[in-house]
């Protein structure tokens, strides 16, 4: 073989070489920017879910003592209400308040129950806490999908079945 086949195929060689390399180093870049990306939406979830649950407590310590009417007032003064995130307000099974005077009227034959089905399927963020003093039960939904989108994280990319929660407070003690 002559000098100058020996250095193509050399060539060529170092070619496929570094070709592999080079896909290997991209796959390895993909793993690592996925693998984060979930890490970044699970604490972005967790924050979250924390936050909420910090709001329902307060939320349910101002609601001691309360009347049904006064405790609606507090909710709709309270909680920001979007097709996202929205409040409810619970005695047993039956539905005391939810989102809105509106959403509570055409609701008003559902059940806690049927409530806590729904949201989960709605696979949400939620977070509850007793009323002291009495049967009543506040909580918060947010949808995960709207949470991750305003944190910048796109939902697509990162999806994974598990429910957390949490938002900011305007909640003042």
């Not at 309360?66 to 909680?79: A, G």
């Not at 002291?132 to 697509?156: E, H, K, Q, W």
């Amino acid at each position: 073989m002559s000098r100058k086949a020996e250095k193509n195929k050399t060539y060529r060689g170092r070619v496929v070489a570094a070709f592999a390399v080079v896909l290997f180093m991209i796959a390895l870049e993909t793993i690592y920017y996925v693998y984060h990306m979930k890490t970044n939406r699970d604490n972005i979830l967790s924050a979250y879910k924390d936050d909420q649950l910090q709001t329902v407590s307060i939320l349910a310590e101002r609601l001691e003592g309360l009347s049904e009417k006064d405790m609606e007032s507090v909710i709709n003064e309270v909680v920001d209400v979007s097709g996202s995130e929205w409040a409810f307000l619970i005695e047993e099974d039956d539905i005391m308040f939810i989102k809105d005077a509106a959403t509570t009227a055409e609701l008003s034959n559902m059940t806690a129950s049927g409530l806590d089905e729904y949201m989960s399927e709605q696979k949400g963020i939620v977070s509850m806490a007793s009323v002291a003093g009495s049967d009543y039960v506040i909580g918060m939904f947010a949808d995960r999908s709207y949470v991750l989108s305003a944190y910048g994280v796109n939902y697509r990319i990162c999806r994974q079945d598990r429910t957390y929660g949490q938002k900011g407070s305007k909640i003042r003690t």
